[in-house]
T-cell receptor
Framework: NAGVTQTPKFQVLKTGQSMTLQCAQD?????MSWYRQDPGMGLRLIHY???????DQGEVPNGYNVSRSTTEDFPLRLLSAAPSQTSVYFC??????????FGQGTRLTVV | DAKTTQPTSMDCAEGRAANLPCNHS???????VYWYRQIHSQGPQYIIH???NNETNEMASLIITEDRKSSTLILPHATLRDTAVYYC???????????????FGQGTTLQVKP
């Protein structure tokens, strides 16, 4: 039981490049979500999913896409990276009505 | 989800109890209070949650006022490893429309000192 696994742990992108941040959980949790955390700030919700095939926008969705084809995986896609997307990204999962488990984060730098 | 207000920072002596307050004056009757902490930019860690009764687990105690407009997280014997940012969040876990999303505020930075 690995919990919530995020890959990669670190990434440097050039402006305009695209990439996908991976998030996988092996706890059969219904709910998954993506947050970003900028220096000295709290976490802000990007996108979330209540189950396979169902996604919705959070507080700061612009510039990001998600899909949920399986219960286990919830990838976050940056379509055209911008310096403003430099941040630490956290993925979380939870069973219905229970506390969330977070991954260890992906530290992304866009130059 | 109701908004929460927490002090920006607090200090606590090692071995003493750390009492972290949270105001949630607009909380609804069916909203729970959750506490998470984040140690040095790691992923947030769940601590405890409650509705109206006081709760205790192996990590902490949660005291919720009778009117539910505020709560206090208590770490009974703080250690240096408890130095972290503590987030108080209120949300509804038992509604069919619950999405499992959490709305984080700025949190309280707790510094435990030797």
């Amino acid at each position: 039981n690995a919990g919530v696994t995020q890959t990669p742990k670190f990434q440097v992108l050039k402006t305009g490049q695209s990439m996908t941040l991976q998030c996988a959980q092996d706890m059969n949790h219904e709910y998954m979500s993506w947050y970003r955390q900028d220096p000295g700030m709290g976490l802000r919700l990007i996108h979330y999913s209540v189950g396979a095939g169902i996604t919705d926008q959070g507080e700061v969705p612009n510039g990001y896409n998600v899909s949920r084809s399986t219960t286990e995986d919830f990838p976050l896609r940056l379509l055209s990276a911008a310096p403003s997307q430099t941040s630490v990204y956290f993925c979380a999962s939870s069973p219905r009505q229970k506390a969330a488990f977070f991954g260890q984060g992906t530290r992304l730098t866009v130059v | 989800d109701a908004k929460t207000t927490q002090p920006t920072s607090m200090d606590c002596a090692e071995g003493r109890a750390a009492n972290l307050p949270c105001n949630h004056s607009t909380i609804s009757g069916n909203e729970y209070v959750y506490w998470y902490r984040q140690i040095h930019s790691q992923g947030p860690q769940y601590i405890i949650h409650g509705l109206k009764n006081n709760e205790t687990n192996e990590m902490a105690s949660l005291i919720i006022t009778e009117d539910r407009k505020s709560s206090t997280l208590i770490l009974p014997h703080a250690t240096l490893r408890d130095t972290a940012v503590y987030y108080c969040i209120v949300r509804v876990p038992n509604r069919s429309s619950n999405t499992g999303k959490l709305i984080f505020g700025q949190g309280t930075t707790l510094q435990v000192k030797p």
